[in-house]
């Protein structure tokens, strides 16, 4: 089958810099209304992914997401995010970008070419078969990803990767790939907007399901979340004060004393309190 990219075929609309501000954001939104349809098709190829995923997270193994771009810096978002909202070790998911930490604000011209930079980056962090790599790029062919996932397939570790185009060099590369096909863009070409928002969905989606797997979350609360702000100290306050049908007051007090709901709710039943 020939390997063509949708991504960088003509976008459906044209002209549009005739347009005005309404009909541009009216256009633009009615291509975004596409695309959680199209990661619906994906959804067993992503639950293929996260059943590799879990066992691996359960015995000590790391999650890495590796990417160029904007595919690299919404890996990074996505693995940054773990740690305030599950509470996990920094070390549990990891996102690297072509042309290093440098590159999540600048862009680093022809980092992503390389063919052995990915490799070398990922070394940097032990990589070994406990551990899985996603690869992300939305065309799909991105050389520092496509070797980076190679080396990883000949050294026994685990490769998934997120890509919106289908059958692509990356997708063919991957054990377990997620296509998601969501068409050529508003502006031709410019993968950040649909497949941006289709890779930005499907990383929720992975991180989201694995740690509830791994039980970080009670109920529907991020009970092992970091109270780093007030903000989060106020949701820490009245999950204990729903969960435990307490006041406010001493909602405040064990959270001031266990620092960590799902601490403050197991002492509170175990009657410590």
């Not at 695309?35 to 879990?54: R, S």
């Not at 509470?87 to 549990?92: A, E, K, P, Y």
């Not at 508003?186 to 941006?196: D, E, P």
Request: proline share 4%; charged share 20%; aromatic share 6%.
């Amino acid at each position: 089958m020939q390997f063509t990219k949708t991504t960088e075929q003509d976008s459906n609309y044209n002209h549009l810099e005739q347009m005005s501000v309404s009909e541009l954001l009216t256009n633009i939104n009615k291509e975004d209304k596409t695309v959680p349809f199209a990661v619906e098709k994906a959804i067993p190829q992503i639950e293929t992914l996260v059943n590799q995923i879990v066992p691996k997270l359960k015995s000590g193994g790391r999650l890495f997401y590796i990417g160029a771009g904007t595919s690299g810096r919404l890996g990074i978002v996505d693995a940054s995010e773990c740690p305030p909202t599950f509470g996990v070790s920094h070390d549990m998911v990891i996102g690297l970008i072509a042309g290093g930490d440098s590159a999540i604000r600048k862009a680093v011209e022809f980092a992503e070419d390389s063919t052995t930079q990915g490799w070398e980056d990922l070394k940097k962090y032990s990589i070994n078969p406990n551990d899985v790599v996603i690869g992300i790029a939305a065309s799909g062919t991105t050389p520092y990803v496509i070797s980076a996932l190679q080396h990883c397939n000949e050294n026994n570790i685990v490769t998934g990767c997120i890509t919106c185009n289908h059958n692509s060099p990356l997708s063919q590369t991957a054990q377990f790939p997620i296509e998601v096909i969501v068409g050529p863009e508003f502006v031709t070409g410019s993968s950040r907007m649909k497949a941006g928002t289709a890779q930005k969905l499907v990383l929720n989606m992975i991180s989201t399901a694995s740690m509830i797997q791994l039980g970080k979350v009670k109920g529907n609360k991020m009970v092992d979340m970091q109270l780093s702000n007030n903000k989060l100290v106020d949701r820490g306050i009245k999950m204990l004060m729903k969960e435990l049908n307490i006041s406010q007051a001493k909602a405040q007090e064990l959270l001031e004393t266990h620092k960590n709901v799902r601490s403050a709710i197991q002492n509170y039943y175990d009657g410590s309190e």
